[in-house]
């Protein structure tokens, strides 16, 4: 329960976090002010990373956030474009400005996702393996929760009606990977960056689920 007691900035920060996206998660249910809220959605990833710097020192590294940015955005160019990663799926206009039909912010929600599961995990086990391997299954946890809102809101839609198997298997694959190139870093995540962010995002899609 001491991680949870609000002692600093970072617990504010991360406070600020979760209630920012409660209040996301409200506005979209609301049909009144469901469009003002979805135009919204990319600033919130947005200012979401900026609250994470208050755990991870961006001066120390900035070239391990912009390889892991490009490795999300460059995977999702490839799925968007052949279908073969993920499936056949297309990116809607509710995630802001697009190239070549991917919403530059998703590489940001990778490595806001990657960041916060290493971070969360890294605390739970101390074997090195380990943090990977469940930090990489706590993304696809978390894509099970994340897809029917995102489909719903037109973050993204797929050619057929339910999600297939190989979107799974590909974000446990990709997450793999980045968690491994964070290993290998050996970078320094404040613990509280995993509890809050996780948290966060488990407000907005849990509610959002029951509430759709």
């Known amino acids: 329960m001491k991680l949870f ?9 991360g406070v600020l976090l979760v209630v920012m996206h409660l209040a996301g998660a409200i506005g979209l249910s609301n049909e009144y002010s469901n469009k003002f809220f979805l135009s919204l959605v990319p600033y919130n990833l947005l200012f979401t990373f900026l609250l994470c ?3 991870v020192s961006i001066k120390k590294y900035y070239k391990l956030f912009i390889l892991l940015f490009l490795i999300g955005y460059i995977i999702e160019l490839i799925g968007v474009k052949t279908g073969f990663l993920f499936g ?3 990116y809607g206009d509710t995630l802001g400005q697009k190239i070549f039909g991917v919403p530059l912010v998703i590489g940001l929600n990778w490595l806001i996702l990657c960041l916060a599961t290493f971070s969360l ?8 393996w380990l943090q990977v391997l469940f930090a990489s299954i706590l993304m ?3 894509d099970f929760i994340i897809e029917p809102v995102a489909i719903k809101f037109s973050f993204w839609s797929w050619q057929n009606v339910s999600v297939p198997i190989q979107n799974y298997i590909m974000w446990f694959f990709v997450s793999l ?5 964070l290993l290998y870093y050996r ?3 404040h613990h509280k960056l995993g509890i809050y962010v996780i948290l966060s995002q488990l407000v907005f899609f849990v509610y959002l ?3 759709i």
């Open 5 to 13: 007691q609000i002692k600093n900035t970072k617990d504010i920060i």
């Open 53 to 55: 710097l208050y755990y």
């Open 88 to 90: 056949d799926y297309l």
């Open 121 to 128: 995990c890294s605390t739970v086990f101390k074997d090195k």
């Open 140 to 142: 696809v946890l978390l």
């Open 177 to 181: 990977v980045m968690h491994f190139i």
């Open 187 to 189: 970078i320094n995540i």
């Open 209 to 211: 689920l029951f509430v």
